[in-house]
């Protein structure tokens, strides 16, 4: 039986809490409630055709609250739907879709590659985190001066590390979030006036001299959080770099045949986005009455599809709990079977434009982890993945010791 409100289970077990009750109840899909409102939750590949479906469902007001608070800000992207969606998709796809990054991959590649020179004591997911932050700050035309990087990288990082905590780093998150918001609006501003010098063609630019369908400049507010919407989620890729490092640091097979196998670096970082535990879940609202299963959607009624058991289904993956980057050579490429980032087709669905810098930045630093790091001789430390965090990074954040 799913319990009667799943908000306290899904604290307690963000990842795995929906996968198991699938697994109990012996479907693809449980009712329950979440903060108290009826929501279906779903799991698996066909859940996830449905749930991508947008004539079935939209996006305007699934996001709860205390998110929009903090991750996504309030007015952006992801509450769009219909040609409103696509429009501003277009946008993102336009600054940040393949081909559109190779400086900005070439530039932290650098400086992760000089960060692993020095030698000393780093924390990897620290440092991956003020590297990302200065060099998309740079590359978007909004330039920290050093100075100004601990500080950014941390207001930054709060939002996405803090999002979904229930203690006082909420309160951080939310500062983090308004501090964000009053930065990021301040560079709107001045690319509008031009108080200060912002290079044309840059994203900031580009964002602030952008209009909608009815040809109108965004609100400066609104303006911001896209701003914010390219910045956040390119520092987030730091997650999924130490995901990297604890999986080479756990799998010392896997190192050898990296070394010996430079092409598999592909497969193995699209085994790591598959397997990671980064976010929980994704939610939507039905546009009218509708069915899935045995279970009735009001219109306007809440769906929550997880991403956990949906990249582990057993109908689209062999052994799904198993590391296994070789699964990688024959896979078909269904939109549906990975959804780390989310699912579906970029341009018409909400899934996540940064997927291929992702991937870029995942695949060069992977090489250079594998090169820089003497994998037998880490420093003592926590690598066990802390489930109960989104996402969830090790408590000593990867230690790694570069020798003189
Ligand atoms: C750590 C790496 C990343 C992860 C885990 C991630 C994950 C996600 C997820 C789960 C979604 C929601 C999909 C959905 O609602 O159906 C999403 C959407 C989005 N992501 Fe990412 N993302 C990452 C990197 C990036 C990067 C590098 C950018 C931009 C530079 C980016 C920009 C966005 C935007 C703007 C959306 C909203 C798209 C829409 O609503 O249509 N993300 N991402």
Redesign the pocket.
Known sequence: MAPFDSTLHLRRDPYRFVGKTCAKIGSDAFKSRLMLEPTVFLSGVEAARFF?DTTVFK?HGAAPGFLKKTLFGEGG??G?DDAA?RHR?AL?LDL?GPGRTDDLTRQTVAAINALLRKPGRIVLQDAFERILTRSVCDWAGTPLTDGEIPAHSRMLSHLFEHAGAVDHRQLLARWARKRADRWAAGRIADARSGRAATRTGSVVHRIATWRDLEGNLLDEHVAAVELL??LR??V??S??LTFVAVTLATRPLEVSALRLDPARTMWFIQEVRRTAP??PL?AARARAATQWRKHHIAANGLVALE?WGTNRDHTAWNDPDVFRPERFKDWSGDPFTMV????GDHAN???????W??QDLMVAATRILIERIDWRALPDQNLDLNMFKLPALPKDRFIVEVPN
């Open positions: 991508y996006r992207v992801q769009l969606h998709k993102f940040v919407n390219v989620p390119f987030a890729i997650a999924f980064f976010f994704l991403i780390p980032q989310g699912g669905n909400h899934r996540c434009p940064g997927e810098v992702t």
